[in-house]
């Protein structure tokens, strides 16, 4: 069975720091796409950082760039959103999603797999 797990959210003061990791397990990640997305109270889901399968290409949110840093080991068949300066509005459940495409990434939600999720909540 194909699953995506998102883990590393938690609580977290203005300023701090947090790493996710997106764990595939029932396929190899290698030949996908990998995209990360929020989605707050009241909001649409949006698209906050991507990485394709060869790592090369990686695309940010402009409220996220200079802060957040996406990243794969596809030895570990992971990927990581490292988060940097974090500010009350990141505060969201975020989503990693994987699509079977090599050679680029997108931020629109139209990946095939997505992971259930995890709260990521910044406040003093």
């Known amino acids: 069975q194909l699953q995506l797990v998102e883990s590393g959210g938690g609580l977290v003061q203005p300023g701090g720091s947090l790493r996710l990791s997106c764990a595939a397990s029932?396929?190899?990640?290698?030949?996908?796409?990998i995209g990360w997305f929020r989605q707050a109270p009241g909001k649409e889901r949006e698209g906050v950082s991507c990485?394709?399968?060869?790592?090369?290409?990686?695309n940010y949110a402009d409220s996220v760039k200079g802060r957040f840093t996406i990243s794969r080991d596809n030895a570990k068949n992971t990927v990581y959103l490292q988060m940097n300066s974090l500010k009350p509005e990141d505060t969201a459940v975020y989503y990693c999603?994987?699509?079977?495409?090599?050679?680029?990434?997108?931020?629109?939600?139209?990946?095939?797999?997505w992971g259930q999720g995890t709260q990521v909540t910044v406040s003093s």
């Open positions: 029932g396929f190899t990640l290698n030949y996908y796409a």
């Open positions: 999603a994987a699509h079977p495409v090599q050679n680029m990434c997108f931020m629109t939600p139209r990946y095939r797999y």
């Open positions: 990485i394709s399968s060869s790592g090369r290409t990686t």
